[in-house]
């Protein structure tokens, strides 16, 4: 079976500092895979390279098969690969609803024509209404972004990522910061992501990646340091050591 995400070597050096060294990660296609490590393991830096944000240093990504190392972000994008970020990154003056008929535009090639033509295109609004309401934000499509709790603005980044109709998804800390009357919705929406879609969750809620993975990556000082199931993370001793803690299933 070819691998949904699949990278050899990957390695990022700034100057003399190397971010990522040598990793090598496998992810199957619809696997729920969850990459953890301690704060400066370099999990952003390999996100980053995964995306095209940076180039690499040495090493391959491939997607589906496909060598995408060098290829842009926007082509990344068209080949399939979407992803969240750990800060929101909205446009804080529209809509929900105006946010992903753009993206959804933007996808079918007719983003230029935002938002007069756009807004009256009827299949780009059903699809739009019907994210939103799969995302629990049918009662807030109408307002300004950044008028809604900060729950709802990580359920509309989620939105948007879903809007690019990824193959692969990269949520990068999906519940980082949002209240904990709010999480739940975050966290169901995260589990009802559709089984097609491959999902690669980097997090440092240890709750959220227990329940949602079904692998688990763990990065350390730049280098994968262990994987496996659940279970055999959970129980790896030098994992406890370094980042779990001895308390942390307790």
Same mark, same amino acid.
């Given at each position: 079976m /070819?691998p949904?995400?699949? =990278?050899?070597?990957?390695s990022?050096?700034?100057?003399?500092?190397?971010?990522? =060294?040598d990793?090598?990660?496998?992810?199957?296609?619809?696997?729920?895979?969850?990459?953890?490590?301690?704060?400066?393991?370099?999990?952003t830096?390999?996100i980053?390279?995964?995306?095209?944000v940076?180039?690499?240093?040495?090493?391959?990504?491939?997607l589906h098969?496909e060598?995408?190392?060098?290829?842009?972000?926007q082509?990344?994008?068209?080949r399939g690969?979407?992803?969240?970020?750990?800060i929101?990154?909205?446009f *804080?003056t529209?809509t929900?609803i105006e946010?992903?008929?753009?993206?959804?535009?933007e996808r079918?090639g007719?983003?230029?024509?935002?938002?007069g033509?756009v807004? =009256?295109?009827?299949?780009?609004i059903?699809e739009?209404?019907?994210? !939103?309401k799969?995302?629990?934000?049918?009662?807030?499509?109408?307002?300004?972004?950044?008028?809604?709790?900060?729950?709802?603005?990580?359920?509309l980044e989620?939105?948007l990522?879903? *809007?690019?109709?990824?193959?692969?998804l990269l949520?990068? #800390?999906? *519940?980082?910061g949002?209240p $904990?009357?709010?999480?739940?919705?975050v966290?169901d929406?995260?589990a009802? !992501?559709?089984?097609?879609v =491959?999902v690669?969750? /980097?997090?440092?809620?240890?709750?959220? @990646?227990?329940?949602f993975?079904?692998?688990?990556?763990?990065?350390v000082q730049?280098?994968?340091?262990? $994987?496996?199931? @659940?279970? #055999? /993370?959970?129980?790896?001793p030098?994992?406890?050591? @370094?980042?779990?803690? #001895?308390?942390a !299933?307790?």
């Amino acid at each position: 079976m /070819i691998p949904a995400l699949q =990278t050899r070597g990957l390695s990022k050096s700034f100057g003399g500092f190397k971010a990522n =060294t040598d990793i090598g990660l496998s992810v199957a296609p619809g696997a729920r895979h969850a990459l953890i490590g301690p704060n400066g393991a370099g999990k952003t830096t390999f996100i980053n390279l995964l995306t095209g944000v940076l180039p690499v240093t040495s090493g391959t990504i491939a997607l589906h098969g496909e060598d995408v190392t060098g290829v842009s972000q926007q082509g990344r994008v068209r080949r399939g690969m979407a992803r969240t970020y750990q800060i929101n990154q909205l446009f *804080a003056t529209l809509t929900p609803i105006e946010a992903l008929s753009l993206a959804i535009a933007e996808r079918q090639g007719s983003g230029a024509r935002w938002w007069g033509r756009v807004g =009256t295109d009827s299949a780009v609004i059903d699809e739009a209404e019907a994210l !939103l309401k799969a995302m629990k934000l049918g009662g807030s499509m109408t307002r300004r972004t950044d008028t809604l709790p900060y729950g709802k603005q990580r359920l509309l980044e989620l939105a948007l990522g879903m *809007a690019c109709k990824p193959r692969l998804l990269l949520l990068d #800390e999906p *519940a980082a910061g949002v209240p $904990e009357d709010e999480r739940h919705d975050v966290l169901d929406s995260v589990a009802a !992501l559709p089984d097609d879609v =491959t999902v690669l969750l /980097i997090e440092h809620d240890m709750e959220l @990646v227990f329940s949602f993975a079904d692998r688990i990556s763990v990065l350390v000082q730049g280098a994968l340091f262990a $994987e496996g199931s @659940v279970d #055999e /993370i959970a129980g790896d001793p030098r994992v406890k050591a @370094v980042y779990l803690g #001895e308390d942390a !299933l307790a």
